[in-house]
């Protein structure tokens, strides 16, 4: 039962007389200390877990993305978006940190033979996060030292946390990706990031060549 639900079962016995209001209000002291208990026993694990199901699957599922794991996709006619979410190999359950590679692929070249999915694996320009953030948000209080990802502990505030990184999806990462709607956009965009930008236009190239060939026969 939802706690909407019982708190509409408590108003109705409470219709019963100063009885009623008694039991109501116990119960209604029970249900916040243990929801209050729950939250406390959070550990980081939890926390990124409930970031993850109530931010950032919802949003980037709004922006057109498909997700498998922790990765998500968009696959933009001739090429695919590609954003994955990547653990350190020293977390623990009360102590972890996470960033994200971001980056394009060109769906011709996709590992998935119905070029319908795309990986970590099929990212040309693997850059982190840092680099889709503006100066003033590459580093702060959860993202302690810039380029080395996000931290959550046990005593991380959940809701403080969702909101920091929302700033950084919302207001960064998401349209600049979202300027993103030609392979030419892609190769003008990635060109400040030298070897990446060098790496996407010689696929590109490839790609180009393939098609004249192609053509010719």
Known sequence: MGQTRLSERFVHLSNFGLSGQLIALEALRFLAQTVSCKLKKMTAKDKQIEFIKSYLKPKLKDEGFRTAGQTWWKIVDDFAIVINLQNSQWNSQESLSFCFNIGVGLTEYLKDPSRKKATYFDIVTKLREDAYLSDDR???????????????????????????????????????????????????????FDFWGEQLQNQVDRLKLKSDINHKH
């Open 138 to 192: 590459k580093k702060n209080k959860y993202r302690p030292e810039s380029g080395l990802g996000y931290t959550v502990t046990s005593q991380t505030n959940l809701a403080d946390f969702i909101s920091e990184l929302s700033i950084d999806f919302e207001s960064d990462i998401l349209p600049k990706l979202g300027s993103l709607k030609t392979l030419q956009d892609c190769l003008d965009f990635y060109r400040q």
